[in-house]
């Protein structure tokens, strides 16, 4: 085999490996989650999403694209040879990760009662948003390690600190979300305030994730201490002679860490200032706290985690191709950048399309099979059918922008981000004041945001390769099989519910839906025998397509 098609056959095989990985811990955080949604309610959940979106935007500010920074960093001198140096920006990096984690992780313990109150409209969330702030400190250090083995272009570790990481969160979030909501009732007997309870189960809750991260810490320095041993011969066998100094490393680690710190902050506050904008309009409409508190829990609670799943397919790819693709303009090689620019695009749109029109289609049964909600089961179908573009656009826009940073353009996608923003606030107020759209503003406003981050990072890859993305197997293949199974799915579950009870149609239809957009894509050439070999157990595919005459 050449190297051009190891190097594809990897970056696919580890894409492929976190990107499973992520399904998994979705998975395990989606189930924990119905337990933990019938402990706190959906007031309980808007108090503890509230918490972790603020929490998420320091973490942004803090560590979130450390692991990002530090593999391509690590990648570039890897490929050249230095492997002194790429273990000296290992070194930098923790400790610049524990100085800026433990400064951000003390600001938001203080300052926890001002961002929720006047930042929220949400003063409560102040018990969960001070019990995650140690969880800053922690998950800088850890994001350290990832970007450590992301950096040899081994994404297994971090595959599996995750997959451990949620298995932790799930027991602990929903044991800690009892005993702290039986305590806020105690005190809200005594204080004459009903949303203590809520509130205060939504703090014992967001202890799992403090716990989740230290035990994932804990298990990537144990890797890393089991490493030791090769990484110490490599640094042996560097005969290059190059040295970069501590004061060097940190200039250009944080030159590299700044762009994508602003880009991911300015793409990922939309939602926050959602919340925030959500909560100030329906106010002064006249909402109650526990109102537009109960509606915004169905929408981030229900919806948001069924879309976080498809979209752990475009944000696990995306670590996997930044390594590749630095390494790949770090030798100038601009034929395999397009190509590996082209199959993460493709492998996306493949999986993301299907899953956004068969929630489209399945909305309602999905979420009355996961959550058995006592009410608000129109408003969380509907959500669902509506948010059905938003996945799609979410995962194409997240997937270009790490592109865009693996081709060495770190400032673009900040730029493109904060047009983005601008405009997707003005169409939320609008869409909210003018139209009252409700929830349905908010939907809208990040469909259109993405949509827009989505053209500006395209054009932006055009002119950085001078090449242009393959439409027909990429979009119009998925899109046409996707709709067709959407149509399946749902005869199959209208046709099982006359007889069968909602989860085994559900799940029945599902699996039918799965059974249609796989043959149809074969079918239909949307993915070619040589990208199926690439993939894990696609020799067992292309056997089993030859046998049913799919494949010739």
Request: net charge positive; aromatic share 10%.
């Amino acid at each position: 085999m050449s190297n051009k098609g190891k190097s594809s056959k990897n970056f696919l095989l580890q894409g492929s490996i976190l990107t499973a990985a992520s399904i998994i811990a979705k998975v395990i955080g989606l189930i924990y989650r119905i337990p933990l949604n019938n402990i706190l309610g959906d007031i309980g959940v808007s108090y503890y999403s509230t918490a972790n979106e603020i929490y998420s935007i320091v973490l942004m500010i803090s560590s979130f694209s450390l692991p990002l920074a530090v593999s391509k960093l690590m990648s570039e001198r890897i490929h050249k040879g230095e492997m002194r140096n790429a273990n000296r920006v290992f070194l930098c990096a923790v400790r610049f990760a524990a100085v800026t984690g433990a400064a951000l992780a003390l600001l938001t313990y203080l300052f926890a009662g001002v961002l929720s109150k006047y930042v929220m409209n949400f003063e409560l969330a102040k018990y969960g948003l001070r019990v995650l702030a140690p969880a800053i400190f922690i998950f800088a250090i850890t994001g350290t390690f990832r970007g450590f083995f992301q950096g040899y272009s081994n994404m297994v570790p971090t595959a599996v600190s995750q997959i451990i990481e949620q298995l932790v969160n799930a027991v602990v979030s929903i044991v800690c979300a009892d005993i702290m909501f039986s305590y806020g009732i105690s005190l809200a007997a005594k204080e004459g305030n009903d949303l203590l309870g809520p509130a205060w189960g939504a703090a014992g809750a967001t202890f799992g994730t403090v716990a989740s991260v230290t035990v994932a810490l804990i298990f990537m320095m144990v890797i890393y201490t089991g490493f030791r041993k090769t990484l110490n011969k490599q640094i042996r066998r560097d005969h290059t002679g190059k040295s970069e100094s501590s004061a060097k490393i940190y200039r250009t680690l944080t030159a590299t860490i700044l762009p994508i710190v602003l880009s991911t902050l300015v793409y990922n506050i939309s939602n926050v200032l959602d919340q925030g904008i959500f909560n100030a309009i329906l106010k002064n409409q006249g909402y109650t706290v526990s109102q537009y508190g109960t509606i915004w829990g169905i929408y981030t609670g229900k919806f948001r985690v069924l879309m976080n799943v498809p979209l752990s397919i475009a944000s696990c790819l995306g670590p996997a191709v930044v390594p590749s693709l630095t390494a790949a303009v770090a030798s100038r090689n601009k034929r395999e950048a397009i190509g590996k620019v082209d199959m993460s695009i493709r492998f996306t749109m493949m999986l993301t399309i299907p899953c956004a029109l068969g929630m489209a289609a399945l909305g309602g049964p999905i979420v009355q099979m996961l959550f058995h909600p006592e009410s608000g089961l129109p408003l969380a179908a509907g959500i669902m059918q509506a948010g059905a573009p938003l996945i799609i656009v979410y995962a194409l826009s997240t997937l270009t922008t790490a592109i865009l940073q693996g081709l060495g353009r770190l400032r673009e996608p900040l730029f493109h981000c904060a047009i983005a923003l601008v405009l997707h606030i003005l169409c939320l107020v609008v869409l909210m004041r003018n139209y009252n759209l409700n929830i349905y503003g908010v939907i809208y406003a990040n469909i259109f945001f993405a949509l827009i981050v989505c053209i500006l990072n395209a054009l932006s890859i055009k002119r950085c390769l001078n090449c242009r993305q393959e439409l027909y197997r990429t979009f119009v293949v998925p899109t046409l099989v996707s709709i067709i199974m959407a149509f399946g799915a749902y005869g199959v579950y209208s046709l099982l519910h006359l007889f069968a009870g909602n989860s085994i149609s559900t799940i029945l239809a599902i699996g039918a839906g799965v059974v249609i957009y796989a043959v149809g894509l074969v079918a239909f050439h949307g993915i070619t025998v040589a990208e199926l070999a690439s993939l894990p157990k696609g020799k067992w595919m292309i056997k089993l397509f030859r046998k049913l005459g799919l494949l010739r």
